[in-house]
């Protein structure tokens, strides 16, 4: 059964960071590619972070790029993201999965993170 369990959000002033982290079935992390999403109300949900599995290259939206981390702990199935001077435009429910994921595939019920001051 596949486990994608996200946590860390919450409530913080912009400039701020947050640390989130997402607990994954070992079978689904080992073997793929994997990414953090966010959604807001109306829009629909993009990726924003992507680690490959082997190399550990990584790939950001630009508007996170410089300011967001992904990566992730081989030896406990976690993925994380480091997000540091954030913004309210930052302000989402945020979600892993593999990267290129698609709304059918099976999500879990992500973490809400909120930039205000």
């Known amino acids: 059964q596949v486990q994608l369990v996200e946590s860390g959000g919450g409530l913080v002033q912009p400039g701020g960071s947050l640390r989130l982290s997402c607990a994954v079935s070992g079978s689904v992390f080992r073997s793929n590619d994997m990414g953090w999403y966010r959604q807001t109300p109306g829009k629909e949900r993009e990726l924003v972070a992507a680690?490959?599995?082997?190399?550990?290259?990584?790939r950001y939206k630009d508007s996170v790029n410089g300011r967001f981390a992904i990566s992730r702990d081989n030896a406990k199935n976690t993925l994380y993201l480091q997000m540091t001077s954030l913004k309210p435009e930052d302000t989402a429910v945020y979600y892993c999965n593999v990267a290129g994921a698609i709304e059918d595939d099976y999500w879990g019920k992500g973490t809400l993170v909120t930039v205000s001051s």
């Open positions: 680690i490959i599995s082997g190399s550990g290259v990584t």
